[in-house]
Each structure stands twice: as C-alpha cells, then as structure tokens.
C-alpha cells in the first residue's frame, strides 16, 4: 500500500531562511506562490514580461527576469509549459544553480525524458498537485488543500524528501494527504490518462457516440445532450463515490444497459491499443513525437484544433450551452 504523508509528516521550519523562486506565474505558478507566501515562506517570481509578470506584481510579489530569480533562489520551482521548459532552463536556470539548491517540478515529463539534465549538486524533487491551480488555491483558502503527489529524483543534500513534504505543506497538500512516486511514474501515468481516457478516449468516444446517433437520423441537439451534456453527471457521481455509487444512483435500465453493453465498446482490441498507446509513453517514442511537434511550429496540432472546430457536435453544442446562461 502506498504511505499517504499529512501534516505532522511535514516541518517547514526546514524552509527557514531559503528563498523559493517559482519560475512562471500561470494557473498552477500564482495558486502555488501564493500558498507558499502566505504559509510564511519567502518567494519570488521568475518570468518574462506579459500578463504573468503584471499579474504576480498585483498580488505583490517580488518579480523578476527568470535568470535573477534561478540565482538569488535556493529552491527554483519550475511552472512553465512542458515544451519550453528545458529551453528556458539551458537558457536561464542552470548557470544559476549552486550547490545544495533544490530543483524543483509538479510535473516529470522533462527530466523522464531527459529533456533537463540537472547537475549533481542539486536535489531534483516533485510536488505536484492533483487538481488545476483554481482548485489549489480555493481549497487552501477554506483551510483544506488538494491531494498531491511527491517525488524525489536526486538526494543530494540528503534532505530531499524533507524539503519536498514541507513544500507539499506549505501548499496545503498534506491537509488532504500526499503521495510518494517517482518522475518516471507520475509522467507515464500521466500521460497515458490524458492520452487513453481523460482527454483523448473521452473526446473521441463522445464524437463517435453523438455521430452515429446524427448518421442515423437522430435530432443532433438530443444527441448532444445524451452524449455530451449528460456526461458531467456521471463523472460528478463516479467522482463523489466511485463506480459502483454510480450506478447505485442511475436507473436500472440505464445500470443493466451499461453493465451489458459498456464490454463491447472496449473490447479486447481497444485493450491492445491502449496497451500500445502506453509502450509509446514508455519508449519514449510519444516524447520524442510530441517534441518534434513543437520544434516544427505545431502544424498537425494546429490542423486539428481548426478542425475540430468544424465539428457538428461544436456548433450545436454552442447554442445549446444558452440554454443554461440566465438571461
């Protein structure tokens, strides 16, 4: 079983005296920083000029230019973009970093694959939150916090793990309770749920259901809403009380219906697929894909975000959506 970490498994008196630079000011860069801060910890801001800089200096943070953060910091957060992530860090971070400072990701997609090489005189840790940074910040503020995970890379001060839970709690993460990974496991399983099931299989499978519905005759509004809309009440039951408290809350019809026939939806090939979809992730083959992508300018990303907007099930889902505004 996995050892879940609370509160009492933290102490921030190791944060003493050390300054944080969190390295963009985004969703996860203000909800973080702003955590941070106001658990009593001294923070900086590294980012460019633009709406994060002005941003961050409305709620009063000390900003500046991501190469001054990196060497006035003791703990460097990065919270920018995967893609660009090891540019700016070639760039402006690692010819800042000193001995014993903490390198520090919520997420472990560029030191998996080897995107950052970070020197042997840092610690490499993760604390990365289980929720978008609007969650983050929220729950702190109603004295919870959002589940988080850590992971620890390179030891070298051999305080690692202590510093990553007393960041862990400086976010209001061990108020809900943090779980110990690895970078390589956080990114791959990461990956393969956006890839297989939150994003890509759950997309897909809404276009094909509202498709075939449309193909055969059926009103496209009440294919949307059957495929589409209803879709947030299922994934609010299951995420309140599992799969199994779904299905107590659903009819009988609909509970015999999808028990029956949800197996000939992901059958056997779909299984290998998603197998296959996770040796992609696993050779590194889909990092490398994806990399390539943004290197070239995101031409096929592009087409299918200009696609998609063409679907059927986008326009009639945008005046649908009126219905629920109150006028």
């Not at 955590?35 to 980012?47: F, P």
């Not at 609010?236 to 509970?255: K, P, R």
């Amino acid at each position: 079983m996995v050892r879940i970490y609370y509160d009492n498994d933290a102490n921030l008196n190791i944060l003493k005296g050390k300054t944080i630079a969190v390295i963009g000011f985004g969703n996860q860069g203000s909800a973080q920083a702003q955590n941070m801060r106001d658990s009593g910890l001294d923070v900086i801001i590294g980012s460019r000029r633009g709406r994060g800089w002005d941003d961050a200096e409305e709620k009063g943070f000390d900003v500046m230019p991501i190469e001054e953060a990196a060497e006035k910091a003791d703990i460097v957060h990065i919270l920018i973009p995967d893609e660009i992530q090891a540019d700016v860090y070639k760039k402006k971070i690692e010819k800042n970093l000193k001995d014993g400072n903490a390198l520090m990701f919520s997420h472990g997609f560029n030191i998996r694959f080897k995107c950052i090489e970070p020197p042997d005189f840092v610690d490499v840790i993760m604390v990365a939150p289980k929720g978008p940074g609007i969650l983050v910040r929220e729950t702190f503020l109603d004295g919870f916090g959002t589940p988080a995970l850590i992971a620890i890379e390179q030891d070298y001060t051999k305080k690692a793990k202590e510093i990553a839970l007393a960041l862990a709690k400086a976010i209001g993460a061990t108020r809900a309770g943090v779980l110990e990974t690895t970078f390589t496991e956080e990114t791959e399983t990461d990956l393969f749920g956006e890839q297989v099931d939150l994003c890509g299989g759950v997309t897909e499978l809404i276009k094909a259901s509202f498709d075939t519905l449309v193909e055969n005759g059926y009103q496209p509004e009440l294919a949307y809403f059957e495929t589409l809309h209803e879709l947030k009440l299922i994934t609010d039951l299951i995420q309140a009380g599992g799969l199994e408290y779904m299905w107590s809350c659903v009819s009988n019809t609909a509970e015999y219906g999808g028990r029956t026939r949800g197996k000939r939806i992901i059958t056997p090939e779909v299984r290998e697929s998603m197998k296959e979809i996770l040796r992609d992730i696993q050779t590194d083959k889909f990092a490398k894909e994806w990399i390539n992508e943004y290197k070239s300018g995101l031409p096929n990303l592009t087409r299918m975000r200009e696609e998609d907007k063409e679907l059927l099930i986008e326009k009639v889902g945008a005046r649908l959506r009126k219905m629920f505004v109150k006028k």
